[in-house]
Every structure is written in C-alpha cells, then in structure tokens.
C-alpha cells in the first residue's frame, strides 16, 4: 500500500511530540491527546499510523516509547545521515551554524562552493571545497543528503550535479523550482513563499473589517 505523502510529512511532528511526551515522562498518549498536540482530529492521527500497522491498544493509548521506537524506524532515523552543503554565503554558513541537525542524526560533513574566494576557508569546522571535488567526496563520504543554499539561477546546474553524484535527496533553499529524475527527492524552503499564503488570510481579514467599516459609515450617513 503507497503512503500518501502528506502522511509522511506529518510523520516527523509525531515524532517531535513523542519525544518531548518522553522526556516529560509520560508513558502511554491516547489518539485524543496526540491529536490535541497537533490539532488534529484523533481519527486522522489513526488513520496515518494505520498505515504502517497496528499500534496500541483499544482503550489503552499507544506506548510512548515504543510508538517513538517505532516511527524512528519508519523514517530512519535510527542511524545517522551525512549531508552535503553548497553554498556557503550567508545562508549557507547560518546552517553550518545550526545546531539542531547532529542531535538529530544529520551530520554536515562536506561542504562546496564555487565562489574562489570561499574555497580554502574553515568553517564549522570543514574545510570548503570546490565544486570539482563533489564526484569523490561524495562517494567516499557516503553522502545521500545535500542541502542547496545558492542564488537561484544556480540551483538547477547544482541540483543536476549532485544528483550525477548519486545523491537521492535535496533540501532547497533556493527560490526556485528545480526538476530531478524519478527518484530523487527535493524539498523546498522559501519563507517569502510562505508569508505570502499567510497574507491570503489576513488579506480575507482586513477586507471584512473595511466592510464592515463601510458599512457603518454607510449607515449613520
């Protein structure tokens, strides 16, 4: 059976809600309570973990422990992953700079720039390579992962060469869309993109108050 993959985006905030359950020492969280920390319906959180199987009891809950054990598994996150960078403006080293990707088993270990003036430096604790380095770094760090911090008009001749390198997954950080083969994931982060479905809304809520506010000047007019 194909698992949607709007069930396994949403694998991760399990996850995240799980272990912070966990480390408050919580031992079993029924569909109700999962659902409440992630407003959700208890039926939809049901229904994404019957996908993978049965877990829990009927009027018991889920096992913390073993519900996070498990879904670890799902997604793999019972090893650690190596990941590439290229790019390492100021995007680029504000990741490096990030400290939230090692506790959770992704570990920075190359990073890449076509910029001369980049290449050489030390950073986080790596020294930046050139582009032409890719092909044997990245075979012989058993890299699967890179994330793409370069100016758009960059992205898709990075992406292509990467993925001649064998890597299967892409975080993009660009602004633009890239294309892959079958089998190459990419994911895309542009925060402009997102204020601007944000606005939508809001958007929606000054026009009903400029109504209304119409409206009752209309009316004592």
Known sequence: MEVPEVVVGRLPQYVRVLRDLQKKGDRLVSSKELGDLLQMTPAQIRKDLSYFGRFGKQGRGYSVASLLDQLKGILALDREWRIALVGVGRLGR????????????????????????????????????????????????????????????????????????????????????????????????????SLQSMTYYLGAELGSAQQKRAHRIGARA
């Not at 030390?122 to 044997?136: D, F, K, N, T, Y």
């Open 94 to 193: 504000a990741i490096l700079g990030y400290p939230g990707f090692a506790p959770e088993g992704f570990q920075i270990v190359a990073a890449f720039d076509d910029d001369q003036r980049q290449v050489g430096q030390a950073l986080a604790g790596l020294i930046v390579q050139p582009m032409s380095e890719m092909p044997r770094i990245v075979t012989e760090k058993d890299i699967r992962i890179a994330i793409v911090a370069v100016p758009a008009a960059q992205a898709q001749n990075v992406v292509n060469q990467l993925v001649s390198c064998g890597v299967k997954s892409v975080l993009n950080y660009a602004p633009v869309s890239v294309q892959t083969p079958e089998g190459v994931r990419v994911r895309g982060i542009d925060p402009v993109l």
